[in-house]
């Protein structure tokens, strides 16, 4: 047989888990009107910067509203995952989506009229808490249509893949609006988009169908942070990316230092370049190991593969090992993701897949604001140094808290 057609046939086993992923019935509305619901929380940020700036004048304004707004969403997704699992997906999709719709064309209209930078505050921090729960909402649905554990992994890698993607498409499309129109029209594209998306989301039958548990104390206390997995989780995830926002610190540091351009956008890439194979292959992979040990295993060699990032002489080199990092980013979030999904208390999944997103955002915007403490005192090299530190402790963490991640055998495919 020739190599070509060995490789061929290898392409085609390694593609076979996505392929019957696909198959499964109600998966590719779920991927299509969620991909349109969430990949414009990668571009408004952006759009909104560049409105805020371009009628204002000034960059630290915009860098507020927009940081504003980032709170927000943060803040209200655990309680807007909280109201998914007592009343249902579609009710609280579907509220969501209007007011957040109206907020952001308020939000639009403030800013060309001239008002307050408080009230811009205030509308953006509006616009941000009411986001529709897009996310934890489709990955709270993976385990209700797929009832095998091979295939959930391959979903949670699909996951993880279009994150990724979303963070690369995202602001290519606000430039390409910016360019060819106005600031104005990527927000406004933005905000329809989502609207657009999470109404085609809520309108599936399995959205639909999701009617919520009736457990009213579902409402009050602290919820599924009462169980000490999902308290683990959370804060293993929020030591993952403050270490990833120290090294994107430590990256743009770097790329001042090197190049007389700004190529760090291009290290960016590279780093989620990284993630989009690391995860390709993780969701491609018959697994053998429970999934607690891999995500131990993967945090540890994360810290590993971060380490060279401190000695790194050149762009080219850089790259490499920024790929190299970013391709234990997704396995780490893949089995997070499964990991959330098997210690959730009954009733509470959409809850704790809020969580793990606000521990992400608090995470990583710690990571940046140490970062650039860092770069100023130690430099970019002692920041690489920091990051794979935290990613240590975090491995570390999860090693002694690996009985907290015990898997809950009521779910499917529990491993």
């Known amino acids: 047989m020739h190599r070509r057609e060995k490789d061929k046939i290898y392409m085609i086993r390694f593609l076979v888990p996505y392929m019957e992923f696909l198959r499964v019935p109600q998966v590719s509305w779920l991927l299509v009107f969620g991909a349109l619901a969430r990949l414009p929380y990668s571009m408004y940020p952006l759009a909104m910067i560049l409105v805020v700036q371009r009628n204002t004048g000034s960059l630290a304004v915009a860098g507020i509203v927009a940081g504003s707004a980032a709170l927000g969403y943060a803040l209200f997704g655990p309680l807007l995952g909280r109201l998914v699992d007592r009343y249902g997906q579609f009710r609280v999709l579907v509220g969501t989506v209007v007011a957040n719709f109206a907020i952001f064309a308020a939000l639009l209209i403030a800013v060309i009229s001239d008002t307050s930078p408080v009230i811009l505050v ?7 808490g009411s986001l529709p729960p897009v996310a934890s909402c489709q990955r709270a649905l993976w385990p209700v249509v797929i009832r095998s554990a091979e295939l959930l992994n391959v979903a949670f890698a699909v996951e993880v893949m279009l994150l990724d993607a979303f963070l690369i498409v995202g602001p290519a499309i606000v ?18 988009m989502i609207a657009v998306g999470t109404l085609g989301f809520a309108a599936s039958p399995l959205s639909r169908a999701s009617r919520g548990n009736s457990v009213r ?5 602290l919820g599924p942070l009462a169980a000490p997995g999902i308290r683990t989780l959370i804060v293993v995830t929020a030591l993952t990316f403050l270490a990833l926002g120290l090294i994107r610190v430590g990256l743009v540091a770097f790329a001042e230092e090197r190049s007389t351009i700004n190529v760090s956008g291009l290290l960016f890439t590279a780093l989620g370049v ?19 040990v891999r995500y131990v295993l993967l945090l540890a060699g994360f810290a590993l593969v ?7 002489s050149t762009l080219p080199v850089m790259a490499v090992l920024v790929v190299l990092a970013g391709s234990c980013l997704g396995p780490v979030t893949i089995c997070e993701m499964n990991l959330m999904r098997d210690c959730a208390p009954e009733g509470s999944l959409t809850e ?6 606000t521990a992400t955002y608090a995470g990583a915007a710690a990571g940046n604001a140490l970062g650039g403490v860092l770069v100023q005192i130690a430099g970019w090299r002692v920041e690489m140094l920091v990051a794979s530190g935290v990613l240590a402790l975090a491995a570390g963490y999860a090693r002694i808290r690996q ?13």
């Open 306 to 312: 971060t380490l060279p990032l401190s000695v790194a």
């Open 217 to 221: 104390k579902l409402l009050v206390g």
């Open 403 to 415: 009985s907290n991640l015990a898997e809950n055998p009521s779910l499917p495919g529990a491993n």
């Open 352 to 357: 704790c897949y809020a969580w793990a997103i």
């Open 122 to 128: 205030a509308l953006a921090f509006a616009a941000g």
């Open 175 to 192: 430039t390409v609006l910016v360019t060819l129109a106005t600031p104005e029209v990527a927000l406004g594209v933005s905000a329809a």
């Open 274 to 292: 990284g993630s989009l194979a690391g995860s390709l292959g993780f969701g491609a992979i018959t697994w053998r190991l429970a999934m607690r």
